[in-house]
T-cell receptor, first 114, second 117 residues
Framework: DSGVTQTPKHLITATGQRVTLRCSPR?????VYWYQQSLDQGLQFLIQ???????AKGNILERFSAQQFPDLHSELNLSSLELGDSALYFC?????????????FGEGSRLTVL | GESVGLHLPTLSVQEGDNSIINCAYS??????FIWYKQESGKGPQFIID?????DKRQGQRVTVLLNKTVKHLSLQIAATQPGDSAVYFC????????????????FGQGTILTVHP
């Protein structure tokens, strides 16, 4: 158990809909990362938050947005969903201000868009 | 059109053998590299990391080798066990626009390791 909690574990929805994925980082970790894992693209970095502020951005679509709340949990919002958005979405956390790529990943939220 | 899934390299070994998983990275400016292991149904799990000012680093049963000249990274697992069966990813720290966060990683496609008892 990594200590990172993601909900829901599975989600099935239709094209055009909007969903919210939730992540609780490990106790004490200030950084939260979102990654997308799909069959054709592999693991791709989406975005990082550190103590409520956006720290780094990857190939995150404009239809997607994220935030980190004062209690450090994070949410990833996916809107106007398309078939190609079907993927595993991972949240990870790391120690505050760490100079390491040792991220602790949750078990992921599997999104299926029909 | 229909998406084509990634065809991951595979490595099959016998229990007790040593395993070597290779990775070619693309960015010559990358200064930090990591290996992750992903078991079925789970998130990636950190194994070992190495900075570009080193060419070798050892952990418990694992060794990472870095050859910057040819942009090659390898993970050696000693006395491989069935519990080592997983997909192994190398990753490099992404630099450039967006900052130099150590958590902003570019992952390779992965290698499937299967260990036979």
């Amino acid at each position: 158990d990594s200590g990172v909690t993601q909900t829901p574990k599975h989600l099935i929805t239709a094209t055009g809909q909007r969903v919210t994925l939730r992540c609780s980082p490990r106790s004490g970790d200030l950084s939260v990362y979102w990654y997308q894992q799909s069959l054709d693209q592999g693991l791709q970095f989406l975005i990082q938050y550190y103590n409520g502020e956006e720290r780094a951005k990857g190939n995150i679509l404009e239809r997607f947005s994220a935030q980190q709340f004062p209690d450090l949990h994070s949410e990833l919002n996916l809107s106007s969903l398309e078939l190609g958005d079907s993927a595993l979405y991972f949240c990870a956390s790391s120690v505050a201000g760490g100079d390491t790529g040792e991220l602790f990943f949750g078990e992921g939220s599997r999104l299926t868009v029909l | 059109g229909e998406s084509v899934g990634l065809h991951l390299p595979t490595l099959s070994v016998q229990e007790g053998d040593n395993s070597i998983i290779n990775c070619a990275y693309s960015n010559s400016a990358s200064d930090y590299f990591i290996w992750y292991k992903q078991e079925s149904g789970k998130g990636p799990q950190f194994i070992i990391d190495i900075r570009s000012n080193m060419d070798k680093r050892q952990g418990q049963r694992v060794t990472v080798l870095l050859n910057k000249t040819v942009k090659h990274l390898s993970l050696q697992i000693a006395a491989t066990q069935p519990g080592d069966s997983a997909v192994y990813f190398c990753a490099e720290r992404s630099q450039g626009a967006g900052g130099t966060s150590y958590g902003k990683l570019t992952f390779g496609q992965g290698t499937i390791l299967t260990v036979h008892p």
